[in-house]
């Protein structure tokens, strides 16, 4: 039987008594399965469960184990544990560690983590610091999955027990607090105490430094300080001598810088800094006061902007000194520098730079004088400032010679590119000159917009616009002197034959005589007094009488276009009251001229010539009157040329066309210039460029306006000339008594004539 069931084992056939194979048993007159897997207990081995089938069976191994082959038929002890933890790492999830166990694994949490509650078996870190498990002074610092801790700052680790021990900061650095005070230990930190006349402006952990209160007090009770300057030097001076004293009330920082931006932005807008000793104080105040205020500034940085004023701070607090480049900047400047230059020879343990930009600082202008002296020998240069105002403050007190120069960006008021008469300067503010100064400051470079200057020192700075004068040539000069010279020479002769010769009496002859004296006046005011510009007075007078005379002379200009269109056009009879001509010809340049001196008097006079100023538009009072002239005339001038053409045709037939087109145009022309067409080339001379040939067609022209009057209404006049002949001719009688008949006899033969009465003839 044994044999029997070994060799069933061992897979041999053989027959049975019954007939049925080996795998199968014999019931019920029938060959059956043999279920071998239930018959023999066992019949796999461990780890492994047999899987029966048609007439045999194999073997399969659990989950967990693995075997040589797939299936196996014996019981050979074939299925080993598989080791999961090596075969795939990641079959645990972060920070859990991996266990093989038999026929399995299982994942645990490291020390430092933990089961995420409700989780998926997944480990979190475990915050050790929830629970007090550092010291006192001491900080915890939770890591993943542990934890360290540090001594708080003033204290150190104990090498016996590992605990937080206070340091002595007094002890440990020598001269922690400089020699103005007493360094106070405390638990985890220090203070000091300055001594008296001493402050570290707030900063308790910082040296001493000397204080100053006194420079808050007015310069002088004799000089005249505005009341809310006084004010804000009381306010400050009262806040410095605060800090001494730990019982006083002391002010924030904030509170004074808004305290100092309100009061100068007031006192710009009242207009008290009319004066260069006014102004001097005004921005040493400001400097000062930044110097108190920039310390105790709690912000790294701080703005703050009013009407006038913008201010910007920076402010940096270390036991080391800040490193790298500071900018700080305005709406209308930048000021770029480094904290080494911020900081200088000596930290006490805080720095800062700060930036203030005024709106509406408009220096007078002696605060010029200086710098035109010393150009006197370029000419005379008219300055103006193309920047806001700014003052430049650091905590470093040494500014006056800097090792590193200092960068300021200025934008300019007025969009202006450079030209052969405009350069731009950096300038400072020299309080001990009272002026403006460019030593120690160089310009990189400029453009239209803005300006880039390097400065050695620091202090309140600005661009300057330098206007360089057009340099009048020779032969201008030349042609000036003997135009005016020859138009006097003229202009008189034409007042004593409007004057003296009584064949030509009238209203025209009226207009004439005054519009040649209010010339000459204007004409020998001018060669004479022009250039006077050494006396501020006597230039204002030239150019009020230049101002009068030639508005009156326009005017008189005026009174002849309206006269010659009556005569021409509408062939009046009746004339004009004399009344009625001086009430135009004098009294509204008179009431210009008033009202002119009344609004703006320093309006006459500049630094070039003794002439209308170019600022706040002055120049309208005499250039508005100018061309509503000037448009009347023309229009006046154009009915009458076109009146005057038929004219022509009309009365001589006989002439040529080349004659009449000759006479009528050389009449057009002169009448022209004498109702003040010149002047026209006079409102060229504004523009900047191509003004050099306009500029010798005004001079020419204005210049000979009288030669051309004397030409027109006295060498041209058949009986002007009667009389200039009876004049000569009782000088020299031989002489001028044949050439009068001669003439006589000439002018007999001209079939062209007039009415004197009403003068067209003689136009």
Known sequence: ?????????????????????????????????????????????????????????????????????????????????????????????????????????????????????????????????????????????????????????????????????????????????????????????????????????????????????????????????????????????????????????????????????????????????????????????????????????????????????????????????????????????????SWKTVVGKSYPGFAFAALVSYKDLNTSRDSFNKISQISQEEGNIIYQLNSRVVTAIISNPETKHLSDPVTLVFKHVQERAESKGMKYSCVYWNEAQGAWSGRGCVRAWSNSTHTVCSCSHLSSFAVLMALYPIKDTFALVLITRVGLVLSLICLLLCILTFRFCRFIQGTRNSIHLHLSLCLFIADLVFLCGISSTYNKGACAFVAGLLHFFFLAAFCWMLLEGVQLYRMVVLVFQSTLKHLYLYAVGYGAPLVIVAISAIVNWEGYGTDRHCWLSLDNYFILSFF??????????????????????????????????????????????????????????????????????????????????GVLMFVLHCLLSKTVRGEYYKLFSRIWPQKWKAEYSTNQSSNSQQPLQGNDSTGESQI
């Open 624 to 705: 508005v009157p100018v061309c509503i002239i000037i448009i009347i005339n023309s229009i006046f001038f154009i009915i009458t040329v076109w009146k005057l053409a038929k004219k022509f045709s009309s009365l001589n037939p006989d002439l040529s066309k080349l004659r009449k087109i000759r006479s009528f145009t050389v009449t057009a022309v002169a009448q022209l210039c004498v109702l003040g067409g010149m002047w026209v080339f006079g409102f060229f001379l504004f523009q900047e460029e191509g003004t050099q040939v306009m500029v010798y067609l005004f001079t020419i022209l204005s210049c000979l306006q």
């Open 1 to 337: 039987m044994e044999l029997k069931w070994t060799l069933l084992l061992l897979g041999l056939v053989l027959p049975s008594c019954s007939g049925c194979a080996i795998g199968f048993r014999f019931d019920k007159k029938k060959c059956v399965d043999e279920d071998e897997c239930e018959s023999f207990v066992n019949l796999c081995g461990d780890h492994s469960h047999c899987v029966n089938t048609e007439g045999s069976y194999y073997c399969i191994c659990h989950e967990g184990f693995r075997s040589r082959t797939v299936n196996f038929t014996v019981t050979t002890g074939e299925c080993k544990d598989i080791n999961e933890c090596i075969e795939n790492e990641s079959v645990c999830s972060v920070h859990s560690m991996c266990e093989n166990t038999i026929g399995s694994f299982k994942c645990r949490c490291p020390s430092g983590y933990q089961i995420t509650p409700g989780g998926n078996g997944t480990c979190e870190d475990v915050n050790e610091c929830e629970s007090s498990v550092c010291g006192a002074h001491s900080t915890c610092i939770n890591t993943s999955g542990s934890f360290s801790c540090s001594c708080s700052s003033g204290f150190y680790k104990h090498e016996k027990n590992s605990n937080c021990t206070d340091i002595d900061e007094c002890a440990d650095v020598a001269d922690r607090c400089g020699s103005h005070a007493i360094c106070n230990n405390t638990q985890g930190s220090y203070s000091c105490i300055c001594h008296r006349g001493y402050s570290n402006y707030g900063n308790n952990q910082s040296k001493c430094i000397e204080m100053n209160c006194e420079q808050f007090k007015p310069e002088n009770e004799t000089h005249h300080t505005p009341e809310k300057l006084k004010s804000l030097l009381s306010l400050l001076m009262k806040s410095c001598e605060s800090l001494n004293d730990s019982d006083a009330e002391h002010f924030t920082g904030e509170h004074l810088l808004e305290n100092l931006c309100m009061s100068s932005d007031e006192l710009l807008s009242e207009g008290n800094l009319v004066d260069s000793e006014t102004l001097s104080q005004f921005l040493g105040a400001m400097e000062n006061s930044m110097r108190l205020i920039g310390p105790q500034l709690k912000e790294p940085v701080t703005r703050f902007e009013t009407h006038n004023t913008h201010t910007e701070v920076a402010v940096r607090r270390g036991e080391a000194p800040p490193t790298g480049s500071v900018i700080v900047s305005t709406d209308s400047a930048h000021f770029n520098t």
